[in-house]
């Protein structure tokens, strides 16, 4: 009589593997890299290259000679760090800022917790943060799409609708007055607007929201949570006064709010797993968005507001976990 004999788990492989999932987000990002170019033209090619270069660079020299493990920079996750931090940062972005930017994201926002899947916050958004407290002017200096296409640090700048928006409304004028000092939704939406290099263009950034959806390689909870609350809480301020409150489709269409919520919060090993856990981790960073956009002192609020949530997902994580598989329930 034969014996059953019955292998260890995992017994079916999805197929999935880290350098599927990592390289999978860069052909995401993709559309949003090509809107970049065309807008920005020399400046987003020289960030990015430094970006990705250096990320790449300072993990191999961190794993081999300070962790002395074998480096793994082949697996795609050092580059789309790399990405995403150049689409954090404006165009004319001084070399040696974006590389001590990127080192600090590597060094500090990953490789400082042990490496890949071991990291509690989004490594390309703490090196964006510390550029931003350490270097304000620099971070806050925009370049004017199209018009500065041929030029890198003498690119023509100006100030985002978000900005535009907060300093408008402080000072006292009225929404429909400073909507006609701001780009259309139409704008918005293709890419015409001032702003970070990956930002600008919530079209590509769909795109690559839609491939990552069709390949599985996220699933579309946090990042509709995130828009989701963002567009429920914003709809109600402008709805109690719409003379000193932006519209949701604003606040979704202008600054890093997309690019955050599809490509940062769903970061895996910095956000929860159960689908609950999910929900309220989106919600927090759409809610803490808003906050920070209304009444804070930055214009944006999307980078603080995933960080701090990034915070709260081990506690997240302890108390909202998903049933095991053959659980019994008890009435």
Known sequence: MSKL???????????DSVNKNMYGVIIALLPALA????????????????????????????????????????????AVTGLLLAFNLPSNFPVALIIIGAIVAIGMGKMSFGGLGQNPFNPALVGRVFLLISYPVQMTSWPEPVASRGSYIDASTGATPLAI??????????????????????????????GSAGEVAAIALLLGFG??????????????????????FTGVLHAVDPTANATPLFHILSGGLMLGAIFMATDYSSSPMAIKGMWIYGIGIGVITVTIRTWGAYPEGISFAILIMNAFVPLIDKYIKPKRFGEKVVE
Not at 60 to 65: E, F
Not at 185 to 193: A, D, I, M, N, P
């Open 165 to 194: 928006m907060k300093e408008g409304l402080a000072s006292g004028s009225s929404y429909s007055e400073i909507v006609a000092q701001i780009p259309s939704y139409k704008e918005l939406f293709l890419g015409v607007s001032g």
């Open 35 to 78: 809107a970049s170019f065309w807008f920005f033209g020399i400046g987003a090619l020289v960030v990015t290259l430094t970006s990705v270069a250096t990320c790449l660079l300072a993990e191999y020299i961190i794993s081999k000679y300070i962790l002395k493990q074998k480096p793994s920079i082949t697996d795609g996750s050092a």
């Open 5 to 15: 004999l019955v292998s260890h788990s995992p017994h079916v492989h999805s197929g």
């Open 211 to 232: 491939y990552m959806l069709w390949k599985k390689i996220i699933s579309w909870h946090i990042p509709v949570a995130v828009i989701g609350s963002t567009a429920i």
